[in-house]
């Protein structure tokens, strides 16, 4: 019998394939964790910047003597909503757009204040007066939030619409 001591070429051939693709087949799950993180983060900022904007819209509504129709924009984007508020240290306060397709604010006696962040602007902004002659004030407000995505890679686009209705509660 021939006694070996090293390998032969069929085998190191082997060897290199079978670690080339544990190799290719690693790379390619960090990759794809890698873009899946990247997307949950988009959504996340997405999704806290819309719950930041509801807030305070219902926050507004809540505290609300009524809406100020003739100083707000309705069924155009961008819209423009402005309260008279109860509290005449929070009056009035107004919901607008810093600029069209800009960043969502809110003014509050004169003093104006970014809702929401950096990382993501507001596409669409629509107040529509619902109001009847029975309410105080019924605001349906449609917006639409876009991720900023300055790497241009598609892992970073997203957009959402959002609707919601505030209604300003009837003195009892």
């Known amino acids: 019998m021939l006694n070996k001591r090293g390998s032969t070429l069929v085998e190191m051939i082997l060897y290199v394939a079978i670690v080339s693709s544990v190799l290719i087949a690693t790379t390619q799950y960090v990759v794809t964790l890698t873009r899946n993180r990247a997307k949950s983060e988009v959504l996340a900022e997405v999704a806290y910047n819309a719950a ?87 605001v349906l407000v449609e917006y639409t939030l876009e991720a900023i995505n300055s790497s241009n890679s ?10 919601t209705a505030i209604r300003i509660p009837l003195e009892v």
């Open 154 to 163: 598609p892992f970073f686009d997203y957009v959402e619409e959002f609707q």
């Open 52 to 138: 930041i904007i509801q807030a305070k819209l219902s926050y507004a509504a809540r505290h609300a003597a009524s809406i100020t129709v003739g100083s707000s924009t309705f069924d155009v984007d961008p819209g423009v909503l402005r309260f008279a508020m109860v509290d005449s240290g929070e009056d009035p306060t107004v919901f607008s757009l810093t600029e069209d397709d800009g960043s969502l604010q809110i003014g509050i006696n004169g003093v104006t204040t970014q809702l929401t962040t950096g990382r993501v602007r507001v596409t669409n902004l629509v107040f529509t007066n619902l109001t009847s002659a029975d309410d105080a004030g019924i």
